[in-house]
């Protein structure tokens, strides 16, 4: 494995690219009406933030890193469609705002740099707005990049720019400050004000929690039901006799919350036998809690196996958890058959 791939000048590379691409999202998400009217269509805000965002990572990337491999969740084709115009121009409005003599092909050609099929040994994986749905409510969601080498996250970048960083304010409410993350294997996780110039002075190292049996537990989930089968967490959680507090919010920032201690345990429970977990949406969020200490694996406490190409294919489900917790967890879904209800 390559050093200077993981180095931290990589890291510090990588999180400006990803604060200037949160930037211009909190931009787009501000101004989700007009865009709605402008191109009379209630989701297009968060394409628009997608497209955009992908061409900067992408655009960034390629220029500073010289050229690198990348898998992103979209491509230029749909913008490239007869009736896309509104689109398209919004989303090249968006991106001028981090490259201001860009033109509308550069923008298209730089989304399309993210093509990468993710068979390489390596390569990077970007979900530019993960949390759809957070987004259009105004509340969490996360630009997400992460760095897999040899079948293994090395590198997470993650920027959440309506995440506290002051963590006693309220999770599921949007903050002008703003929080990013980024995490090398085995050297640690660190948390940023989004706001804030990057350097060693203003990062702070983060810490998971440590569960004491018979504690009261902090649970972490979806907003939005159909992302996991909240019935098996309630049957897990009632199996092991724990009183818990359940906290809800969208995107991977869920990975940020155990990882900061604010949350002791994610849940993602599979909805069904057929579905398969993108690596986009895990990769970044998965280091930064473990290299913050807690330990993330699929329902059968396997470790999430991202040399699979797009799926974690291996895998079924997600469970993040503080230690003294998650072999709990993993135990009470073996004892409970959970696992085999969702085998494909």
């Not at 010289?66 to 121009?89: K, T, W």
Request: net charge negative.
């Amino acid at each position: 494995m390559s050093s200077m791939n993981t180095s931290p000048e990589t890291l510090k590379t990588a999180l400006a690219i990803v604060a200037s691409a949160s930037h211009v999202a909190r931009v787009v998400q501000r101004d989700l009406e007009n865009i709605r009217q402008i191109t009379k269509d209630d989701r297009s805000p968060v394409t628009v933030a997608d497209f955009a965002v992908q061409a900067i990572v992408g655009m960034e990337l390629n220029e500073r890193l010289g050229a690198p491999l990348i898998v992103g969740e979209e491509n230029a084709d749909a913008l490239r469609q007869p009736g896309q115009e509104a689109v398209c121009e919004a989303v090249h409005q968006a991106v001028r705002r981090h490259r201001p003599d860009i033109t509308l092909d550069q923008v298209l050609d730089a989304i399309d740099l993210c093509n990468h099929d993710a068979k390489a040994s390596h390569y990077w994986t970007l979900d530019p707005i993960d949390g759809t749905k957070g987004f259009l409510r105004g509340q969490q969601y996360a630009i997400a990049l992460g760095l897999i080498e040899d079948g293994q996250v090395t590198m997470g970048i993650m920027g959440c720019p309506n995440l506290p960083s002051d963590h006693a304010l309220p999770l599921d409410q949007a903050d002008d400050t703003g929080t990013l993350y980024g995490a090398i294997k085995d050297q640690g996780a660190w948390e940023y004000e989004l706001n804030t110039e990057l350097s060693d002075k203003t990062r702070r190292s983060i810490r998971a929690g440590t569960y004491q049996t018979g504690a009261d537990i902090r649970t972490c989930g979806s907003v939005e039901k159909a992302h996991s089968k909240q019935s098996d967490t309630q049957r897990i959680l009632e199996h092991l006799q724990i009183a818990s507090t359940p906290v809800r919010l969208d995107s991977q920032c869920k990975y940020a919350v155990v990882a900061r201690n604010q949350a002791d345990a994610y849940f993602r429970m599979p909805t069904s036998s057929t579905y398969v977990e993108k690596i986009w949406d895990h990769a970044a969020g998965s280091l930064i809690a473990t290299e913050a200490g807690a330990i993330v694996s699929d329902i059968l406490g396997q470790p999430l196996d991202f040399s699979q190409g797009w799926g974690l294919t291996s895998n079924r489900g997600v469970i993040g958890a503080v230690p003294g917790l998650h072999e709990q967890i993993i135990e009470s879904i073996e004892k409970l058959g959970i696992a085999e209800t969702v085998k494909a």
